[in-house]
């Protein structure tokens, strides 16, 4: 397996567990630095290695008045900001090809969010940044299928990357994680993360909101570290139903530090 470095660690087989973790999206930067330096201090104590995540732009949202972000301009200089207080590298997703270049400039990692993963433009545009590309796995592809992913970012050069089981689409209103994807996309040659609250996730399922169900989340992610990760993706706050984008489907800070404890020990004895 390729292992990618991000900053002074790395991602991949034999390396510690790694987390991407965060609000869903860009609520405040006070609200940011509480919930990214709890976990950096949770991660400290458990050897875990963190990865700061938010949205600067939720572009898919349910209704055209949900709340989206303050936008890449002013997400720029947020993300920036928690960079430089929290000390630990960003990942945030661009949904436009323009955005690819100055996201770049303060996110350590460009992530494609699982709509667009199939994008030619878009990935090409991620991967000419040099950055570390996470792309999100289809709800509508088979994990199979993310091989044309990865020669897609071959042919730009890219060889630090990333790729994300985030479920598929089970009839209306629901995912479901099929284990085996997690192997199969390990077969491509790079690491894998598990992305266990939007796996959780009912999209569309309130309306003109997503809903979910985060009391799954601890089972999902147990049953992912048995079946082979090397990272995980979740989205995590003090108070989720505050949250101003999927909160439903978030795990309460106060609860993380359990939940990762677990995925540890599991992920240990598949390392061994």
């Keep these: 397996m390729n292992k990618v470095q991000l900053g002074t660690f790395a991602i991949g087989e034999g390396e510690p567990l790694t987390l991407f973790a965060g609000p869903c ?31 600067f732009d939720k572009a898919n949202r349910s209704s055209f008045h949900s709340f989206r972000g303050p936008g890449m301009e002013k997400g720029i200089e947020m993300l920036a900001e928690i960079k430089k207080e929290l000390n630990v590298p960003i990942v945030t997703d661009i949904h436009e090809t323009y955005q690819a270049e100055p996201v770049a400039k303060v996110a350590d990692v460009l992530q494609i969010p699982a709509f667009l993963c199939r994008q030619t433009d878009l990935l090409h545009a991620a991967a000419k940044t040099g950055r570390i590309v996470n792309v999100k796995k289809g709800q509508f592809l088979a994990p199979e299928d993310m091989r044309n992913v990865v020669d ?67 089972t999902l992610v147990r049953a992912a570290a048995g079946a082979g990760i090397d990272a995980l993706f979740l989205e995590v706050h003090d108070n989720p139903e505050e949250a101003l984008s999927d909160g439903a489907n978030m795990i309460y800070l106060d609860k993380l530090e359990d939940l990762l404890k677990d995925a540890i020990a599991i992920h240990k004895i598949v390392q061994k």
Excluded: W
Aim: hydrophobic letters at 35%; one cysteine or more.
């Design 152 to 218: 897609k970012l071959h042919e730009c050069g890219c060889e630090s990357l990333l790729l994300t089981e985030r479920g598929a689409t089970f009839g209306y209103h629901n995912l479901v994680v099929d284990m085996r994807s997690l192997p199969i996309m390990r077969s491509f040659g790079y690491p894998i993360v598990f992305d266990g609250t939007h796996s959780v996730q009912l999209p569309g399922g309130g309306g003109t909101v997503s809903s979910g169900n985060r009391e799954y989340v601890p």
């Design 25 to 55: 999206v860009l609520e405040g930067l006070d609200r940011c630095l509480l919930i990214g330096r709890t976990i950096k201090d949770i991660c400290g104590r458990l050897g875990v290695n963190y990865v700061f995540k938010a949205s």
